[in-house]
């Protein structure tokens, strides 16, 4: 109560004052009669001072966690949540052995895994090797060394292999808020479209030089079509959620604007490094995401694994890209430049462009003829094929682990109600 009356003081007294002083000045009282009232000597503390209320304002701190496995847009989404419940947020990223004693092998290492993490515009802090459960001694470090105030979790059930509820305590604690699951995409059902395309993956080079490629290709596109008809996604891509994952800037007058492109389908840790090298060469990132249709061509039916607005909103969650265009052509043309006011292009040294149809022209001979293209060394060597490679060469782990999986979605699907938010 004695806030609320401070408050409302320290808001309408000086407005008060000075609307005294005016009044006088308009009916001409002279104001030198008014020079010996003076505000209360209490004043100040009855003002408000921002700066001070600022500084004195205690940061919500919010912590989450995950396996991060195969990142995708709903891992960024949920952390794009998790950072709206508070003002700094600190994310867990589990370590192998815990995924291991949880779920099966994880596809990507933990250094690869905290890149991706890292690499998310809400993120603040990181912990690598966090528990997969919320252990009372983890839970008081987060809350002492940590200063963390909220754990945050979907509204997807984390269940222990026994069954038990992962964030147990913490709902105890009464330190626990949930967030909605981001519909239509996980670990798990990427994995399944790996392993539904895994026969053409693994054809995907040594038929080139096959005699009768052509009959042999065209069976196994056929065969890879039916297969993928079960993993088919089911993301309903919305304005708002492109807004969400948006800057809502554009380059300022005299930015320095940079132009990568590329398919960035099962989005890894190199493309994060990439970026983030290509960032370095100007004050904005404009990056041009290539449609299905384009990387069908250039990399075979089995590509991509990812559709277009999966793609584009797992590099918009990037903190190093300022803009992104959404079905990008695969040539760099004058028109592009001078329309985007580009800078500079640039390009890595590892990529995969190999197709059945054979290499096009060279999509960046524009701006080299105007001296803008810079290529630039990749800082990791990993690729979508050699990701999915990993799945591949343990298929029958896999394999197992979703079916395990897929159950449980199929449950959790049957099961689930609306949730507001997000």
């Known amino acids: 109560m004695d806030f609320e009356i401070n408050s409302w003081i320290g808001e309408r007294l000086p407005r008060l004052f000075g609307g005294v002083m005016l009044t006088a000045a308009l009916l001409g009282v002279s104001t030198s009669y008014l020079t010996g009232i003076s505000l209360p000597t209490t004043l100040p503390h009855l003002l408000p001072n921002l700066s001070k209320k600022n500084r004195g304002k205690k940061r919500i701190r919010v912590y989450m966690d995950g396996c991060f496995d195969l990142m995708h847009y709903g891992h960024a989404n949920a952390i794009r949540q998790a950072k709206a419940l508070g003002d700094e947020l600190v994310v867990g990223v589990v370590s192998d052995e815990e995924i291991v004693a949880n779920k099966g092998p994880p596809v990507l290492c933990m250094e690869e895994r905290v890149a991706l993490v890292s690499g998310l515009k809400w993120v603040d802090e990181v912990i690598a090797n966090a528990p997969y459960a919320i252990t009372e001694d983890f839970m008081n470090r987060l809350f002492t060394e940590h200063k963390i105030d909220y754990i945050i979790h979907g509204d997807d059930p984390c269940l222990l292999p026994d069954g038990t509820d992962a964030y147990a305590l913490a709902k105890q604690a009464g330190?626990?808020?949930?967030?909605?699951?981001?519909?239509?995409?996980?670990?798990?059902?990427?994995?399944?479209?790996?392993?539904?395309?895994?026969?053409?993956?693994?054809?995907?080079?040594?038929?080139?030089?096959?005699?009768?490629?052509?009959?042999?290709?065209?069976?196994?596109?056929?065969?890879?079509?039916?297969?993928?008809?079960?993993?088919?996604?089911?993301?309903?891509?919305?304005?708002?959620?492109?807004?969400?994952?948006?800057?809502?800037?554009?380059?300022?007058?005299?930015?320095?604007?940079?132009?990568?492109?590329?398919?960035?389908?099962?989005?890894?840790?190199?493309?994060?490094?990439?970026?983030?090298?290509?960032?370095?060469?100007?004050?904005?990132?404009?990056?041009?995401?290539?449609?299905?249709?384009?990387?069908?061509?250039?990399?075979?039916?089995?590509?991509?694994?990812?559709?277009?607005?999966?793609?584009?909103?797992?590099?918009?969650a990037c903190r190093y890209v300022d803009e992104v265009i959404i079905g990008a052509p695969w040539e760099v043309t004058q028109d592009m430049v001078t329309t985007f006011n580009i800078s500079v292009v640039v390009h890595g040294t590892v990529s995969e462009r190999n197709s059945c149809t054979g290499e096009k022209h060279d999509p960046y001979a524009v701006p080299k003829s105007m001296g803008i293209f810079r290529a630039i060394e990749s800082p990791k060597d990993i690729t979508t094929t050699s990701v999915a490679q990993r799945i591949i060469a343990n298929h029958e782990i896999y394999v197992k682990r979703n079916n395990r999986k897929e159950a449980s979605e199929k449950k959790y699907y049957a099961e689930k109600q609306y949730v507001s938010g997000d």
């Open 175 to 316: 330190r626990y808020k949930q967030i909605k699951r981001t519909e239509g995409v996980s670990s798990t059902d990427i994995v399944g479209r790996i392993l539904s395309s895994a026969k053409s993956i693994s054809q995907d080079c040594s038929n080139l030089s096959l005699p009768g490629k052509d009959d042999n290709m065209n069976h196994v596109h056929a065969e890879e079509k039916i297969s993928k008809i079960d993993h088919i996604s089911s993301f309903l891509p919305t304005s708002r959620r492109i807004v969400q994952f948006s800057n809502g800037k554009g380059p300022g007058p005299n930015a320095r604007v940079v132009y990568i492109d590329g398919a960035f389908d099962l989005f890894h840790a190199g493309h994060v490094e990439i970026l983030k090298r290509a960032r370095q060469f100007g004050d904005f990132l404009l990056v041009g995401v290539y449609t299905d249709e384009t990387i069908s061509e250039l990399r075979g039916h089995q590509y991509p694994l990812m559709n277009l607005h999966e793609r584009s909103l797992s590099v918009l």
